[in-house]
T-cell receptor, first 113, second 116 residues
Framework: AQSVTQPDIHITVSEGASLELRCNYS??????LFWYVQSPGQGLQLLLK??????LVQGIKGFEAEFKRSQSSFNLRKPSVHWSDAAEYFC???????????FGGGTRVLVKP | DTAVSQTPKYLVTQMGNDKSIKCEQN?????MYWYKQDSKKFLKIMFS???????INETVPNRFSPKSPDKAHLNLHINSLELGDSAVYFC???????????????FGDGTRLSIL
């Protein structure tokens, strides 16, 4: 069965420090992968997506993610975190020929001043 | 100019009641979805419609009935509400059944349902 796993439930990072959120996937073939962000009380906003091609993808708000087939990972990174980046982050995947998005459990990011 | 809009944003009601949540998208998408986010923030798909036709129906109690009057709308009706139905329900939309056109799903802001 397809699955997406986010090993870290919480991450605390100081403002200005770098951030990396982990995501691992388990699919029969390379899935389409996404990162979404959910601010408190808000909906989900798409940060970036990977379908094929260049394994380093750039997103909005200064985020990027790297697809690594050998590690079945799609980790999200940001070089310098801002206080407004405090939110819940979700990795999600789906089969190339499917509609059903499978979400990871989410990682809550707290930003210290 | 809201892309995916859900109403109401908050819904507080008693056990046993019947309620509906509405969703509309103005993105020209032909596929719409309902997701449930539980108290632990876990998100799971419930239903998906493509051009008014049901294409995904996960293991959801039959008290939940989606209805798509046209491809821009997908409503969710819930009968005989139970305490366990308390959650945030998200509507989403995208292009293409079968993942065509490599398009991501766009989400609404959610409807927070609280059962007393």
């Amino acid at each position: 069965a397809q699955s997406v796993t986010q090993p870290d439930i919480h991450i605390t990072v100081s403002e200005g420090a770098s951030l990396e959120l982990r995501c691992n996937y388990s699919y029969g073939a390379t899935p389409y992968l996404f990162w979404y962000v959910q601010s408190p009380g808000q909906g989900l906003q798409l940060l970036l997506k990977y379908f094929s091609g260049d394994t380093l993808v750039q997103g909005i708000k200064g985020f990027e993610a790297e697809f690594k087939r050998s590690q079945s990972s799609f980790n999200l990174r940001k070089p310098s975190v801002h206080w407004s980046d405090a939110a819940e982050y979700f990795c999600a995947g789906r089969k190339a020929a499917g509609n059903k998005l499978t979400f990871g459990g989410g990682t809550r990011v707290l930003v210290k001043p | 100019d809201t892309a995916v809009s859900q109403t109401p944003k908050y819904l507080v009601t008693q056990m046993g009641n019947d309620k509906s949540i509405k969703c509309e998208q103005n993105l020209g998408h032909d596929t719409m979805y309902w997701y449930k986010q539980d108290s632990k923030k876990f998100l799971k798909i419930m239903f998906s419609y493509n051009n008014k036709e049901l294409i995904i129906n996960e293991t959801v109690p039959n008290r939940f009935s989606p209805k798509s009057p046209d491809k821009a709308h997908l409503n969710l009706h819930i009968n005989s509400l139970e305490l366990g139905d308390s959650a945030v329900y998200f509507c989403a939309s995208s292009h293409g059944a079968g993942g065509a056109r490599n398009q991501p799903q766009h989400f609404g802001d959610g409807t927070r349902l609280s059962i007393l």
